[in-house]
């Protein structure tokens, strides 16, 4: 079955430098997401991302996030300047079809570890 | 914001036990979702749910989509100790990409 693949599994990063967590949605999927999970926390969105722009995003998404589709199959996100509170699990997501409720398929996730 | 609360927020269960959680949001839900977390991995979709009153069925899992639009609940049946995760319920608006997830609860299967 194809999946939602991410890199690294694992990144540890010292406050306020640049990181970028990369992602290859599954193949025929057009709809792109990036999520958080703070330890022991529930699952929060972050953006969404179609057409090559971003159509929703949460307050949590703020200037120092970006996102970018860089070729035909990665899907990334970048902290420009990162903070001890980015400490979490990054999940990407991807979904396929026209209609709004189709499900959204998750990868593994990176642990982002901020020193 | 949407807010959407689960129960129990964990259980202890023996092996062979049926399960069942619940999941109730403060704002209308079009599509339910039920993912399984297994610890250092993503959610894993278990159950999509499209229509109020729907139930459906994936093997010994069984969700309902209420009526109201602002619940849904999950049961298990006949528990095995690759059920142990945590449960996540989740919802999807008409027009909002995002999905809104539950608090989660925690299962923990005794063999």
């Known amino acids: 079955e194809p999946e939602v693949t991410q890199t690294p599994s694992h990144q540890v990063t010292q406050m306020g430098q640049e990181v970028i967590l990369r992602c290859v949605p599954i193949s025929n999927h057009l709809y792109f997401y990036w999520y958080r999970q703070i330890l022991g926390q529930k699952v929060e969105f972050l953006v969404s991302f179609y057409n090559n722009e971003i159509s929703e995003k949460s307050e949590i998404f703020d200037d120092q996030f970006s996102v970018e589709r860089p070729d035909g199959s990665n899907f990334t996100l970048k902290i420009r300047s990162t903070k001890l509170e980015d400490s979490a699990m990054y999940f990407c997501a991807s979904r396929g079809g026209t209609a709004s409720n189709q499900p959204q398929h998750f990868g593994d996730g990176t642990r982002l570890s901020i020193l | 914001g949407q807010q959407l609360n689960q129960s129990p927020q964990s259980m202890f269960i023996q092996e062979g036990e049926d399960v069942s959680m619940n999941c109730t949001s403060s704002s209308i839900f079009n599509t339910w979702l039920w993912y399984k977390q297994d610890p250092g991995e993503g959610p894993v979709l278990l159950i999509a749910l499209y229509k109020a009153g729907e139930l459906t069925s994936n093997g010994r899992l069984t969700a309902q989509f209420g009526i109201t639009r602002k619940d849904s609940f999950l049961n298990i049946s006949a528990s095995i100790p690759s059920d142990v995760g945590i449960y996540f319920c989740?919802?999807?608006?008409?027009?909002?990409?995002?999905?809104?997830f539950g608090t989660g609860t925690k299962l923990q299967v005794i063999p």
């Open positions: 989740a919802g999807q608006s008409y027009g909002y990409q995002k999905v809104t």
